[in-house]
């Protein structure tokens, strides 16, 4: 596994809301990103961490990989990957999302 992976992989297991995204919570660097945080704030998604691929141009790339998923920012809720700010919405709109972020006991 590359070193890349194996970060990523760390990311996605040892966070159970995980965002990676162009810019940080507080300042999304675009507009899908904030749309994204939008959703999460939304849902009461309390425990959440974000990263900024920006910042890296390796997990950046890599990430796409990693999911097989071709844009960011992508979503992984306890490890497993849930979708891109479309798919957020959607799940958002018909009531799944809410439950899958919520803060656990």
Not at 4 to 25: C, N, P, W, Y
Not at 39 to 48: I, P
Request: with cysteine.
């Amino acid at each position: 596994m590359s070193d890349v992976r194996q970060r990523i992989e760390d990311l996605v297991k040892s966070h159970r809301v995980m965002l990676f995204m162009k810019g940080t919570a507080q300042f999304p660097m675009c507009g899908f990103s904030g749309r994204a945080i939008q959703v999460l704030k939304a849902c009461g998604a309390t425990d959440l961490t974000t990263f900024n691929v920006l910042e890296d141009e390796a997990v950046r790339q890599g990430i796409k990989d990693y999911a097989q998923w071709p844009t960011i920012p992508q979503l992984y809720v306890d490890g497993e990957f849930v979708g891109g700010s479309d798919i957020m919405m959607e799940m958002y709109q018909s009531g799944e999302l809410q439950p899958l972020v919520a803060a656990k006991p």
